[in-house]
């Protein structure tokens, strides 16, 4: 167990967490990043390359240059931007899976993937004032609009008319936006974002404050278990963005959202049993039911994010109290301190299952990271990093 101070946090997060990912995922010989490690950790070899890893991978170390100052991530950054503009200029667009020459793969224009090619933009347009990553997020932005539009509002989920539809991609969606503008202060950032919690109000969250997940073409709730599931990782996703919606845009009724949905997570997400781990539970159903009895790691870094918004924004104490316990248990159960390795996803007594680790999950660690130093900064002289330039 690493030192969990603020101090001892930040060391481990740009000292062993970063450094461990740049040389692991980096692939310096075909190009982009690796997909993910397998239970050893060693890389899984794949003969293309997604956008989703590619862009989450570029947001993580674009934020963590930013945040660090780390010339090793810059260079990784730069690394994974420059492969999503090849892959746009091959194609016209950025395709869900690519070779490294930049071809299409797989050339869905996929809803999910495009979200964080945005978000991945935005941050490393603030790591390095490149405006080619504003002009890229613009027109695909252009894409979105004028080829996946969908009736009832939102987007469609590809260009494929795969169904059903999900709340999903809309969420990261909102999280690209609020990046875009504070990137730019340009007001369309703004306004898509309103859009989607507009959305999310009318469609996705009920009068009880769950959040569905699946959805018909009208955005009515499908049928069967799928319909009913609730995941309690994005009820506590949601909570964070629509605190930083209602700071970005002053809309009371998105804290209003906030508050209902972090009640039902906090009261039925969490695994109650005194027999188990108090972990952040794969799925319940609306009456809080536990249907998914595992805990996969990206709930947690979730719930870490919430309890964060939830201590800034709302002055919650008892949210503060709970962040540096939550990140004990996260580190207790999922984290090697060590490797900067970890268990994808556990059975609900704690027990490590036998399934990959993709590399895309390092974005949800980093950022809950991130967001916990942020809001419980360490103290004022900064430790180094790997590279010896003072974190910031």
């Known amino acids: 167990m690493p030192d969990l101070s603020p101090a001892g946090l930040q060391r481990w997060t740009y000292g062993t967490l970063i450094p461990a990912w740049i040389e692991r995922a980096v692939d310096r010989k075909t190009g982009g990043f690796v997909e993910g490690v397998s239970l050893d950790g060693l890389p899984v070899a794949a003969p293309d390359r997604s956008a989703l890893t590619t862009a989450r991978l570029t947001y993580t170390f674009s934020h963590a240059a930013r945040l660090s100052g780390s010339k090793a991530a810059m260079e990784a950054a730069q690394h994974g931007f420059a492969l999503l503009l090849k892959a746009h200029q091959a194609n016209g667009y950025v395709p869900k899976r690519f070779l490294p020459d930049g071809a299409a793969s797989v050339p869905q224009r996929d809803l999910y993937d495009l979200a964080f090619l945005l978000f991945g933009c935005a941050h490393y347009h603030r790591a390095t004032g490149d405006v080619a990553a504003i002009r890229l997020a613009g027109v695909t932005m252009d894409l979105i609009e004028t080829e996946l539009a969908a009736p009832f509002g939102g987007y469609a989920e590809d260009d ?5 539809r999900r709340q999903n991609p809309h969420m990261h969606l909102l999280e690209a936006f609020h990046a875009l503008a ?3 202060g340009d007001q369309r950032w703004f306004d898509a974002a309103d859009g989607i919690v507009r959305l999310a109000a009318e469609r996705f969250i009920d009068a009880k404050g769950t959040l569905g997940e ?17 995941e309690p990782g994005h009820q506590f996703e949601w909570v964070w963005l629509l605190h930083h919606h209602h700071r970005l845009t002053g809309w009371d009724k998105a804290r209003a959202l906030a508050d209902g949905l972090y009640g039902f997570g906090l009261a039925h997400g969490l695994d109650r049993d005194p027999g188990y781990p108090a972990l952040v539970l794969d799925g319940v159903n609306p009456d809080g039911a536990v249907v998914a009895p ?14 964060g918004a939830r201590f800034e924004f709302a002055g919650d104490e008892d949210a503060g109290l709970r962040l540096p316990r939550h990140i004990e248990l996260m580190f207790r159960h999922f984290v090697d301190a060590r490797t900067g390795l970890w268990h994808n996803q556990l059975d609900r007594a704690g027990g490590p299952l036998p ?17 916990t130093l942020r809001v419980m900064p360490p103290p004022a002289t900064s430790p180094e990093v790997e590279d010896g330039t003072a974190a910031r």
Not at 160 to 164: A, F, Q, R
Not at 358 to 371: D, Q, T
């Open 294 to 307: 595992t805990k996969l790691l990206w709930p947690q870094t979730e719930f870490i994010k919430a309890l």
């Open 160 to 164: 494929l008319g795969t169904l059903p």
């Open 214 to 230: 699946f959805f018909d073409t009208n955005w009515r709730p499908v049928a069967g278990d799928a319909g009913q599931l609730r």
């Open 182 to 184: 504070e990137a730019t």
């Open 355 to 371: 399934v990959s680790l993709p590399s895309r999950v390092l974005y949800h660690l980093f950022l809950c990271l991130a967001e």
